[in-house]
């Protein structure tokens, strides 16, 4: 890969995704073994006009190795240093950007109820200061390729042919090519969700209806105030930023305790370095009742028991088949890629900014509202070619997607 596309995909990332602000600090989230690109971005922020860029190092083997060895009482240990560590985050609020690499794989074979326990433990000590900063920073999610991920995505091909070919894929999804001005293709791509989003919204649906010959067959409740949102968005102090480097979809949050049916899986999902294959779930009362899987149907135990929100659904989003994401036929084994070729649900959090007038209600006021709360949220696929969607407004149906895509 040429120096040249690299550099413009870390000023795409600092400039589209995070828009990082001119003297103010960063936050580099990755992995150690992506260095050199993580170099890039950094420097990428600096010339942004970032006063002070600080990166946050991981290693998948390490963090393996973590939960192998670390007794449960020492993983649910959350020492001072890290609370102080989010005091200064949500003092400063800075530009927070994510770099994923991971091995798909990468944590087959640890306890994952281990890893459950310790998570349950730790996330009281962090709630408080995710939601203090929600909707007040910019962050933004983007991947670069690794060995191990493009071996899994191209098992038939020499490492070199795989990492250039995932290079690529990742390059085409994200808008970027070696001649085109990607800033401004980012530009127009927004449009086309802004007018989406803004007719959705004005149709304040009652509730979506989920149809496929695959055996979905699901409805799921929209809260009276819900807006959709899709490609970019706003800080409350009106920072346009991109969260996700792809982005396809159109999503809003449904009213938690109204979702019946059955919802079947139609993409492996990557969750805690395993991958969940060929599973559904049903659903009563807004709730996932029972579910199975052929393949790591124990994480989904794992999943949906967390906490009280974590079997609700927190998003609905809609992503036609002809998306950049499914036009690659590519499975990614990454959400960040395989929720952008496919309609997808989300369970646990629903996001606040998906209410309308959050700005100045409460997180009770929220919950009032219909509002899913909970320490995960985790997206997988249900879209099918087939697929139609259906939305109702006081008992009348107007059609969203047939044969998976749009339908107006």
């Known amino acids: 890969m040429t120096k040249r596309m690299l550099k413009k995909y870390a000023e795409l990332i600092v400039k589209v995704g995070a828009n990082v602000q001119k003297g103010q600090e960063v936050f580099v989230y990755g992995s150690a073994d992506q260095c050199e690109f993580i170099t890039l971005v950094v420097e990428e922020a600096y010339k942004a006009g970032a006063k002070e860029v600080s990166v946050q190092w991981s290693y998948q083997p390490v963090t393996k190795l973590h939960y192998k060895k670390m007794t ?93 070919k995932l290079w690529d894929a990742i390059f085409t999804t994200c808008h970027l090519t070696e001649v085109n001005d990607a800033v401004d293709a980012w530009r127009e791509h927004n449009k086309v969700f802004h007018s989406r989003k803004k007719f959705l919204t004005s149709k304040h649906f009652d509730y979506l209806e989920y149809k496929s010959s695959n055996g979905t067959d699901f409805k799921v409740g929209l809260m009276p105030g819900s807006k959709w949102g899709g490609g970019s968005d706003n ?104 929720e952008n070729a496919s309609c997808h649900l989300a369970f646990g959090k629903g996001y606040s900014d998906t209410v309308e007038g959050f700005e100045s209600m409460t997180e009770e006021q929220l919950k009032e509202c219909g509002l899913n709360d909970s320490m995960i949220h985790v997206d997988f696929m249900v879209g099918a070619d087939d697929m139609t969607i259906t939305g109702y407004k006081d008992g009348a149906p107007f059609e969203i997607f047939k044969n998976g895509t749009w339908a107006f």
């Open 235 to 338: 800080t409350l102090q009106g920072v346009t930023f991109n969260p996700n480097m792809p982005t396809e979809e159109v999503f809003t949050a449904p009213k938690k305790g109204v979702a019946e049916g059955r919802v079947v899986s139609t993409k492996p999902l990557s969750y805690n370095g395993a991958l969940i294959e060929n599973f559904e779930f049903t659903f009563k009362d807004g709730k996932a009742v029972s579910w199975k899987a052929e393949k790591n149907g124990e994480l989904l135990d794992k999943m949906l028991t967390m906490d009280e929100g974590a079997c609700y659904l927190g998003e609905v989003a809609l992503v036609p088949k002809e998306s950049g994401v499914n036009k690659s036929g590519i499975l990614f084994y990454e959400t960040l890629f395989d």
């Open 72 to 164: 449960l009482k020492q993983l649910s240990l959350f020492p001072a240093w890290k609370e102080e560590k989010l005091k200064y985050q949500l003092d400063k609020l800075p530009a927070c950007i994510h770099i994923l690499s991971d091995d798909p794989d990468g944590l087959k074979g640890i306890n994952y109820d281990k890893m459950a326990k310790s998570r349950q433990a730790v996330y009281p000590k962090i709630k408080p200061y995710r939601e203090a900063m929600d909707n007040k920073y910019q962050w933004t999610i983007a991947a670069v390729p690794s060995p191990n991920w493009a071996k899994k995505v191209f098992p038939n091909e020499r490492v070199s042919i795989a990492m250039k």
